[in-house]
Each structure stands twice: as structure tokens, then as C-alpha cells.
């Protein structure tokens, strides 16, 4: 539990005391760069106070430009590890509640975070079109891409919304397979334990041959080359 608390109160203490300082430089160099590398090198530091040791596999498979990085999960702790190990600026869909967050909401908006409220069917589809143009711009998603987390680790079914994406507008999918974080924090549970988690870069996907009536192959593929990352005991029963 003391892990779970100073991992809290070190973000809770850089949110408060950093980010206003890099929400103005970027709102004077019109540029969230600069805040979006310093929030990743903030994480890292974090990671490695608790004790959470990130290994990092297959970057050298990530082409160059947009990509939707299509990823499992499985622990809370996914995006100290996940997000991070992209070697580029990427956009994430975030839950809406985490936008109502003070500072936290402008350092999002500015990086372009997407909100997203996954009860409202139409407030997704909104979201999704939302990122749609963001990759348009050249900006990467992050996603996860089974919606949730899983509860006993092992890979779900993934949701087409990713691949709704990528089809409209032809960005590869990199599946990315992440193992380990499950032993760290579990869904549901607060205690954080060290360890190591494993982000492992799999061989992108050109979703550019694929239409919207084929999503369903598109998501087949990616979705087994995200299993075929994952330790035996990840992967679907």
C-alpha cells in the first residue's frame, strides 16, 4: 500500500507544481512536445521510485508516421508502461470522468487527448470520429483495444473501434502485447507491487488494403499477433 500511496502523492505533487509551468510554455510555444516529454520522463522516474521495471521489444517493427497502437490490458499499471515505451508523441481515448480533473483536464485537451464515454453509443462514435481526424493530422493512437481490463489477465475479445480507425484512414496497426503488469496491481485491487512488466512491439499491419466490411478481418489479425505476444497464460483459453 505505501507504494500505491507515494506513486499518488509524487503525481499528485507534479500535476499540482509542474504542469501549470508547462501548460504555459506550451501555450506560448503553441506546442504540447515539450510537455508530453516531460510527462513521459515523469513516469519513467515514477515507475522506477516503486519499483516497476519496464523491458521494451520489437520498437525497431514500428513504422514511421500514424500508427494506431493496438494494445491488451490487464492492469492499471498498463499506461506507466505502455504509453511511455512509444517513441513518439501519441493521443489516447480517455475515460470522460479523468477530464473533469482540474489541470490534468487543460494538459489533456492541449496534448489532444480524446474523452470518451463508453455508456453513450454516440458520444463513442463521436469520440472515434474525433480521433479519426487526429490521425488524419499525424498524430498516433494508443489504444487498448479488448475496451477493459481484463480480470484473470488473459487476452478478450478485442472491439472494432480501433479498427475503424485504421481503416479510414490507412494508418498501420501495431500490435503491441503487454505481460506482467496483472501481478502488479490487479483489476479491482489498490496494492501496487514491484516487478516487471514487458511491452513487446509486434509486427505492424497495413490496414490500408482493408474496407469497413472487412474490420472484422483486420481485428482478427491484429488480434492474434497480440496473443502470440503474450506468455502462455495470457492468451485466450
Not at 164 to 170: D, W
Request: with cysteine.
Amino acid at each position: 500500500m505505501m507504494r500505491t500511496i507515494a506513486l499518488a502523492l509524487y503525481f499528485s505533487l507534479a500535476l499540482l507544481l509542474v504542469m501549470p509551468w508547462l501548460l504555459l510554455w506550451s501555450a506560448l510555444a503553441g506546442s504540447p512536445d515539450l510537455m508530453y516529454a516531460c510527462a513521459m520522463k515523469a513516469v519513467r522516474l515514477g515507475n522506477r521510485i516503486v519499483g516497476i521495471r519496464v523491458r521494451i521489444e520489437g520498437v525497431d517493427k514500428i513504422p514511421a508516421g500514424p500508427c494506431v497502437f493496438a494494445a491488451n490490458h490487464i492492469s492499471a499499471v498498463d499506461p506507466l508502461a505502455f504509453v511511455p515505451a512509444i517513441p513518439r508523441r501519441v493521443s489516447l481515448l480517455v475515460k470522460r470522468e479523468l477530464f473533469r480533473v482540474p489541470i490534468l483536464a487543460s494538459a489533456m485537451r492541449f496534448a489532444q487527448f480524446v474523452p470518451v464515454d463508453r455508456g453513450d453509443p454516440e458520444a463513442a462514435a463521436a469520440s472515434v470520429e474525433t480521433a479519426v481526424e487526429r490521425l488524419k493530422e499525424g498524430l498516433s493512437f494508443a489504444v487498448y483495444a479488448e475496451g477493459t481490463r481484463s480480470r484473470d489477465g488473459r487476452l478478450r475479445p478485442f472491439k472494432k473501434g480501433a479498427f475503424v480507425m485504421a481503416i479510414q484512414t490507412g494508418a498501420p496497426v501495431v500490435p503491441v502485447s503487454i505481460s506482467g503488469a496483472q501481478h502488479l496491481m490487479r483489476k479491482g485491487d489498490w496494492v501496487l507491487h514491484p516487478g516487471e512488466v514487458l511491452v513487446r512491439f509486434g509486427p505492424a499491419v497495413d490496414a490500408s488494403p482493408y474496407t469497413m466490411d472487412q474490420r472484422s478481418e483486420l481485428l482478427a489479425r491484429v488480434e492474434s499477433l497480440v496473443a502470440a505476444g503474450l506468455p502462455p497464460d495470457q492468451r485466450p483459453s
